[in-house]
């Protein structure tokens, strides 16, 4: 059973306004991409590249997202036109996140912000969703203090976005340069 790791923090929109949820090019801020320097796409080399490069934040981190219970793409049934948030018929992905939601006590319809209590079992369930195409990308994560989110996409990517250069965001750039691929 997984344990309910996520706390709802606060309903309602991202609170960076620079942010354009709606199409990320589109924010008021800088955009860069950062990859894994090997070809293979693993969760745990995700996971890794996650604590490395937000380590020093990431009890500061939130996840947002404006519609949790729809994440997955199989919890919408096109037959009918309606979601189905029920684990029969699912894949085994897509019930560990529903679990989640559900042990977390995120109610269906719930679109805003939580906090993460375990980081490692947050990033590989949503991870193996995106790995396996059953979700196109994460949930939004974002750091108010340092005006950043980002999000990790099934390309082994993290696309992230920052409003201006900080202490922060440099020794993030740097190692991102010298440790993966900066785009």
Known sequence: ?????????????????????????????????IYLPCKRIATNELIVLFHDL?????????VYNKSWWDFCLDSWDPINNKNN????????ETQNYLNLLRNSNIEIGFSGSCACSDWDKFLKIILECIIRHIAPFSPVLYNESNQL????HHTGSIGLYYKEKNNFINELLLKSEFKYLLK
């Open 54 to 62: 937000f380590g020093k934040i990431e009890n500061d981190i939130l």
């Open 149 to 152: 989110f980002f999000y990790f």
């Open 1 to 33: 059973m997984i344990e309910g790791i996520l706390k709802k923090k606060r309903a309602g929109n991202l609170p960076m306004n620079w942010v354009d949820l709606e199409f990320y090019p589109d924010s008021m801020g800088y955009k860069k991409e």
């Open 85 to 92: 948030y029920e684990n029969l018929d699912k894949s085994i």
